[in-house]
């Protein structure tokens, strides 16, 4: 019987394994991850097969479940921030596979931290392409260029030009819905960009789990009179038996509406029977997309 230790056996009570064998161990888990990962690939090929031609190629719900499944799993010492880090670098690699992967960023300061933020959630070696206004990047999805755009989070005192949200109420197409927010790993280390984002694409957003009113927050838009109030609207959303988050309302100097931007718990869809129930609105409300929830780094 060999006398030789077992260096991932806790109970063997033999010698303690010399460096070069805990050497080789590792250079035996290496293969076996790789093996996994090309056969993860062969599988990735398959799924493609099935989907439908010239689509998108992107399920940014499907990918936080993934990762929130990997982190409820997760134990020992190696720390639960590699996973995110990993698979999504993993995520960038099958998606390039499926078709072109080009994402366009609207960087609206003088540094880089949007694109940091984009970079950090599609991938290191993912094409990135910069531009200064939501409008540009938008317009690269739309003509199919890029399969996503990173914008800034909207807030109330942006300018017209900037709130880009506003323009998916049209609904155009081919139709721009939001997909993902930024950061999804919430948890900002030293040197990490310190920004929120969110990332829309021509494709509709997909449940993060079996249960979408805990995971995933959808925006809606509407169009009101410009003698709305924050707390009228705000009631008829409760009423409508909408969970509501935050709230942005804009008066734009000169329009003849206004506008509201409004975050809701759940996955909602186009016709979800809640959105009939707001008919005080100027025009029939818009779903504009959905987002997963970011984890916090404690739980999943």
Same mark, same amino acid.
């Given at each position: 019987?060999?006398? &030789?230790?077992?260096? &991932?056996?806790?109970?063997?009570?033999?010698? /303690? /394994?010399?460096?070069?064998?805990?050497?080789?161990?590792?250079?035996?888990?290496?293969?076996?991850?790789?093996?996994?990962?090309?056969?993860?690939?062969? %599988?990735v @090929?398959?799924?493609?097969?099935?989907?439908?031609?010239g689509?998108?190629?992107?399920?940014?719900?499907?990918? +936080?479940?993934?990762i929130?499944?990997?982190?409820?799993?997760?134990?020992?010492? #190696?720390?639960?921030?590699?996973?995110?880090?990993?698979?999504? @670098?993993?995520?960038?690699?099958? &998606?390039?596979?499926?078709?072109?992967?080009?994402? &366009? %960023?609207?960087?609206?300061?003088?540094?880089?931290?949007?694109?940091?933020?984009?970079? *950090?959630?599609?991938?290191?070696?993912? /094409?990135?392409?910069?531009?200064?206004?939501?409008?540009?990047?938008i317009? *690269?999805? =739309?003509?199919?260029? !890029?399969?996503?755009?990173?914008?800034?989070?909207?807030?109330?005192?942006?300018? !017209?030009? !900037?709130?880009?949200?506003?323009?998916?109420?049209?609904?155009?197409?081919?139709?721009?819905?939001?997909?993902?927010?930024?950061?999804?790993?919430?948890?900002?280390? *030293?040197?990490?960009?310190?920004?929120? +984002?969110?990332?829309v694409?021509?494709?509709?957003?997909?449940?993060?789990? +079996?249960?979408?009113?805990?995971?995933?927050?959808?925006?809606?838009?509407?169009? #009101? =009179?410009?003698?709305?109030?924050?707390?009228?609207?705000?009631?008829?959303?409760?009423?409508?038996?909408?969970?509501?988050?935050?709230?942005?309302?804009?008066?734009?100097?000169?329009?003849?509406?206004?506008?509201?931007?409004?975050?809701?718990?759940? #996955?909602?869809?186009?016709?979800?029977?809640?959105?009939?129930?707001?008919?005080?609105?100027?025009?029939?409300?818009?779903v504009?997309?959905?987002?997963?929830?970011?984890?916090?780094?404690?739980?999943?």
């Amino acid at each position: 019987m060999s006398s &030789t230790a077992d260096p &991932t056996d806790p109970t063997d009570t033999a010698a /303690p /394994p010399t460096l070069a064998q805990l050497r080789a161990e590792l250079d035996r888990i290496d293969d076996a991850i790789h093996d996994l990962l090309m056969q993860r690939a062969r %599988v990735v @090929e398959q799924v493609g097969a099935h989907g439908a031609k010239g689509r998108v190629a992107i399920r940014p719900g499907r990918e +936080a479940q993934i990762i929130r499944r990997l982190l409820r799993r997760h134990q020992g010492a #190696l720390p639960r921030r590699l996973l995110p880090r990993l698979w999504r @670098e993993l995520f960038a690699a099958t &998606t390039s596979m499926q078709g072109s992967y080009v994402v &366009t %960023v609207c960087e609206t300061g003088p540094g880089d931290a949007f694109v940091q933020a984009a970079r *950090e959630h599609f991938g290191a070696l993912t /094409p990135l392409r910069r531009h200064r206004t939501p409008a540009q990047a938008i317009g *690269e999805v =739309s003509s199919g260029a !890029a399969i996503a755009a990173v914008l800034p989070m909207p807030d109330e005192e942006q300018a !017209a030009s !900037a709130a880009w949200w506003t323009a998916l109420l049209h609904r155009d197409e081919p139709r721009i819905h939001v997909v993902a927010r930024l950061p999804f790993w919430a948890p900002r280390s *030293e040197g990490a960009p310190q920004v929120h +984002a969110l990332v829309v694409a021509a494709v509709p957003p997909d449940a993060s789990s +079996a249960d979408p009113g805990s995971t995933d927050r959808s925006l809606i838009g509407l169009e #009101l =009179s410009q003698e709305a109030s924050r707390a009228r609207l705000s009631g008829a959303l409760a009423a409508a038996g909408f969970d509501t988050g935050t709230i942005i309302l804009r008066r734009d100097q000169g329009a003849a509406v206004a506008q509201a931007l409004v975050d809701v718990a759940g #996955l909602v869809a186009d016709d979800d029977a809640r959105l009939a129930a707001l008919s005080d609105m100027l025009r029939p409300p818009v779903v504009l997309g959905a987002y997963a929830v970011p984890v916090d780094g404690d739980s999943a």
